[in-house]
């Protein structure tokens, strides 16, 4: 399908008409948050358009909104409804007068947290991430633990902490203990880490009591987004046993501005990576006609240098199953919920999604151009995390990005 935009984009654009992220922006002659959609280097306000042009008004309801959630709340058949709407208002020249002075150029707004983010669930689907952690964490036990390859294991996060794009991490204080240690001390983190993740954002809610089977998750993941799941290694290898991660992630985790839609990946889809371990019927995704691998390319920047390219289609498991996982006890989800793949590790040197893993503990620390090196974050350091994927027509579908830069612990 070629699609052309009267708006003229070019080829190369990762915000081209296949793609059409939601945002939430305010300019700065125009403080209420509103609904945007990223088009080329522009924002459009689509209430705006929608008023313009003359929608259902139920419709522009859900869009005349300071967040993404009434939109994620409607459910599949309304979010196709408004993407056609989009696309039609962007391609037909028809509608040009009414579109073109509802758009902003990107530079000139501010991005906010685009959805008010409801309960936050972290997994840990990429194998390679797991066996590095296994190996760094619990050194003589074996790597993966046995119940890895039998379900995808989570944690409930903290959704309060969750932070959009370009928000400071103040660095976290906490107990830190060192294997050599007889006993913890308190003071700021020393060895604060970044995880590159995916995150998928719910829309249609279920209800208590039901779950969401394997070929339901288009029907209740309204899009995609990128996430640092900021991690102070020294606090967390202390804290975690025996339940888990607590304030060593909870004290900031980032979201990119742009929610890509589920329809804009199409052409990303793949086949997982083979499973060596049966999975239980739940989870058995094998003969899927389409299963939900994703071959998003990410890249992580260090103070605006490449230090890995994680591949998300390398995932043992799919957001599909870590949906179906997390609902199979009944448990509800509800417009706005997040859930995160996990740290994106892949195979190679220079593919890890986490800096303990890429130095090796510190063992191997990344060089800068500037001369330094990190073994972990430094205050003033700046991490941004980048993704694309395949659009149609050879198109490239973008994510935009999610940065944060490290701030001084507060006394
Ligand atoms: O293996 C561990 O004990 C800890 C693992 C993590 O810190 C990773 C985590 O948050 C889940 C993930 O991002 O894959
Ligand atoms: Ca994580
Ligand atoms: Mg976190």
Same mark, same amino acid.
């Given at each position: 399908m070629t699609?052309?935009?009267w708006l003229d984009l070019p080829a190369d654009s990762l915000f081209g008409i296949h793609n059409l992220p939601y945002g939430v922006f305010t300019t700065p002659d125009d403080p209420r948050p509103r609904i945007g959609v990223a088009v080329g280097e522009q924002v459009l306000n689509v209430a705006a358009v929608?008023?313009?042009?003359?929608?259902d008004p139920e419709l522009t309801d859900l869009l005349d909104a300071t967040t993404l959630n009434p939109l994620l709340g409607a459910g599949r058949p309304v979010w196709t409804q408004v993407r056609a709407l989009?696309?039609?208002w962007l391609t037909d020249p028809a509608f040009r007068s009414a579109v073109e002075p509802e758009l902003t150029p990107r530079q000139d707004v501010s991005l906010h947290l685009p959805f008010q983010v409801g309960d936050y669930v972290d997994f840990y689907a990429s194998e390679h991430h797991a066996a590095n952690?296994?190996?760094?964490?619990? &050194?003589?036990?074996?790597p993966l633990t046995p119940n890895w390859k039998h379900l995808p294991i989570g944690y409930h996060g903290r959704s309060g902490t969750v932070v959009v794009s370009g928000t400071p991490v103040?660095? &976290?204080?906490?107990?830190?203990?060192? &294997?050599?240690?007889a006993v913890p001390n308190f003071g700021p983190s020393r060895r604060l880490d970044i995880e590159a993740e995916v995150g998928f954002v719910v829309g249609a809610p279920t209800e208590l009591g039901d779950s969401v089977p394997l070929?339901?998750?288009?029907?209740?993941?309204?899009?995609?987004?990128l996430v640092n799941d900021w991690s102070a290694r020294d606090i967390q290898a202390w804290e975690y046993v025996p339940l888990g991660p607590f304030l060593g992630k909870s004290f900031a985790t980032s979201v990119s501005p742009w929610v890509v839609p589920l329809e804009a990946l199409r052409q990303a889809r793949v086949a997982p990576p083979a499973r060596d371990v049966e999975p239980l019927p739940y989870l058995d995704d094998r003969d899927a006609k389409e299963p939900w691998g994703l071959d998003l390319s990410l890249e992580v920047r260090l103070n605006g240098t490449v230090v890995s390219r994680p591949p998300f289609a390398a995932m043992y498991w799919t957001a599909a199953q870590q949906l179906t996982h997390m609902t199979v006890n009944g448990?509800?989800?509800? &417009?706005g919920d997040l859930f995160a793949s996990g740290t994106v590790s892949g195979p190679d040197r220079g593919t890890e999604g986490a800096l303990i893993e890429l130095t090796w503990n510190g063992e191997r620390p990344v060089a800068l151009p500037d001369g330094t090196t990190r073994s972990f974050l430094e205050d003033g350091d700046e991490v941004t995390i980048t993704a694309t994927a395949p659009g149609p027509d050879g198109s490239v579908i973008g994510f935009g990005e999610v940065s944060g830069r490290v701030l001084p612990a507060r006394g």
């Open positions: 699609t052309a935009s929608a008023n313009t042009v003359g929608v989009l696309t039609e952690l296994g190996r760094l964490f619990r &050194p003589g036990s074996e103040v660095r &976290p204080q906490g107990q830190r203990k060192a &294997p050599a240690d070929d339901g998750f288009a029907d209740h993941v309204f899009g995609v987004c448990a509800s989800v509800r &417009p």
